[in-house]
């Protein structure tokens, strides 16, 4: 046999072997296929050993209630868990545990702080959720400048859920408040832009 023949036999021999992701991915799959038990069982080890992404999922099914009961004070030790590590997601996820009260009394400025502290990580969810906190007035004053500002930088980073609300948000200002709100985005941007 030639050499280069051997050697395209190895090559593709190699790219037949299937991916081998480890316990997380194998994780994903498994909850993607709706096999939640099996999710569960491959990110506790993960999420017990510090690991914030199976946190943040286990914290999920926790308070979607898949694969186990629904619990939101067990979601909540597991999104804190993630969050004293840092994980935007699980920040963003407590304040909204806590603008709608779940298995925590509803407080909306304790929600703006976990959506705050998320937000300057650039997670563009929670840069949305800062700007409707500020047009809804919930844990702030209404403040609809500093809504679209928000706004903006959210769907620059890629929410583009946010571009409606962002233009809802601009058609309630005048042309001063726009040229505040731009400027305000602009320096948002610059320091919280990905």
Known sequence: M??????????????ALPVVGGPYDDGLAAYHAGKYSDAMDLWFPLANKGDARAQVWIAKMNRMGRGVTRNFDEALKWYRKAADQGNPEARHAIGEMYAAGLGVKQDYKE???????????????????????YFKGQGVSTDYVAAYAWMVVAVRNGYDKGK????????????????RADAMATKLLGKYSK
């Open 2 to 15: 030639r050499p280069i023949s051997v050697i395209a036999i190895c090559a593709a021999m190699l790219l």
């Open 111 to 133: 929600a703006l702080r976990w959506y705050q502290a998320a937000a300057e990580q650039k997670f563009a969810p929670a840069q949305y959720s800062v700007g409707t906190s």
């Open 164 to 179: 409606d609300f962002r233009d809802l948000v601009a058609s309630t200002l005048d042309d001063a408040e726009r040229r």
